[in-house]
């Protein structure tokens, strides 16, 4: 069993740091609110004074924070950089989803002060690091990624190796776009249908059984009702929020700004999740956006 530093004990983070205490490890936890480093406590983690405080003989440090500013004040520009206080030997594994930029960053000064950093979003949401089940996109070497699996494998079901340093968070912001590009175009197409009198459970089933499916409308419909299990039937409460879409769109639009990617769809899939954000839907699931295309009644 490991010594595992966890730093970041959201939404995210906390169900993933007991996952591991859960299997055995020892989980040396830390986060800047009190109430959810004692909620982790709680659930088995070893409480932390202090990032440094968690590094502390750590053979695998992971990060679950919101932000790329957050990872980089964290191991590199923050008042205790934590890159100098964590051993050369252990692995660091950042799970955030951040710029692929920052992380590709983050990871040569790392490797410049003889530190193993790597990328490994996920994809699975709260329920996901609930059950165990998240989906881990790597950007890592060969080498490395080996040595991050038996640890992610406790926290998730898919573990892929995307690639090199990066490229986590490259299949991250790809992944998110085409999700939010389905979503909008399942909203559309429902509501499309609805008001020229389909019933839209009738619709969904046969656009599911037709070319038309996808993941939005298969099992996260987004028409309250349709399908009790999804986001849409609980008033749009739990399951990813607006912001966090907002906030995935502008990673993938950064990514096609620097590499000359066209991407007028992911861009049409933005202008419309910002509209819905604006309008003061940014904590809701990100499947209201239906509600941008409906009739107010
Ligand atoms: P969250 O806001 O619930 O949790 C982030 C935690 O980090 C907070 O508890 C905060 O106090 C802590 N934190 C911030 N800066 C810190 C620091 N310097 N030191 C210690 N703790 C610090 O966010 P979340 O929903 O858990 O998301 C975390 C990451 O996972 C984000 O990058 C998000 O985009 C990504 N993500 C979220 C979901 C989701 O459904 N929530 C799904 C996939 C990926």
Redesign the pocket.
């Known amino acids: 069993m490991a010594t595992i530093a966890f730093?970041?004990?959201?939404?995210?983070?906390g169900p993933m740091a007991h996952n591991l205490a859960a299997a055995g490890h020892r989980v040396q936890a830390?986060?800047?609110?009190a109430e959810?480093l004692a909620h982790a406590v709680s659930e088995g983690c070893v409480q932390a004074a202090s990032?440094a405080g968690a590094v502390k003989d750590a053979e695998f440090v992971i990060s679950?924070?919101?932000?790329g500013r957050?990872v980089e004040?964290?191991y590199v520009s923050g008042p205790e950089p934590l890159l100098e206080l964590i051993a050369p030997s252990a692995l660091i594994i950042d799970c955030?989803?951040?710029e692929a930029d920052v992380a590709k960053r983050v990871c040569a000064i790392a490797a410049e002060r003889g530190r193993d950093f790597i990328d490994a979003?996920?994809?699975g949401?709260?329920g996901g690091a609930q059950a165990g089940t998240l989906s881990f996109m790597v950007g890592a070497s060969a080498a490395q990624f080996e040595r991050a699996k038996p640890i992610l494998d406790v926290m998730g079901k898919n573990i892929f190796h995307a690639g090199d340093h990066g490229a986590g968070q490259i299949a991250k912001a790809c992944n998110n776009m085409m999700l939010a590009i389905l979503m909008a175009g399942t909203c559309e197409a429902l509501n499309m249908g609805v008001k020229n009198g389909l019933d839209p459970a009738v619709l969904s089933e046969i656009m599911q059984q037709s070319s038309g499916g996808n993941w939005a409308l298969n099992v996260y419909n987004p028409w309250p009702g349709v399908m009790e299990t999804a986001p849409a039937s609980k008033g749009y409460q739990g399951g990813?929020q607006t912001n966090?879409m907002f906030?995935d769109l502008g990673l993938a639009m950064d990514l096609s700004q620097q590499s000359a990617a066209p991407v007028p769809m992911g861009s049409a899939a933005r202008a419309l999740f910002s509209l819905h954000k604006a309008q003061g839907n940014g904590g809701l699931d990100f499947s209201s956006l239906l509600n941008l295309y409906r009739d107010s009644e």
């Open positions: 730093i970041g004990l959201g939404n995210m983070g830390y986060d800047l609110s959810a990032a679950m924070l919101p932000a957050h004040g964290l955030s989803t951040i979003p996920v994809s949401g709260v990813f966090l906030k």
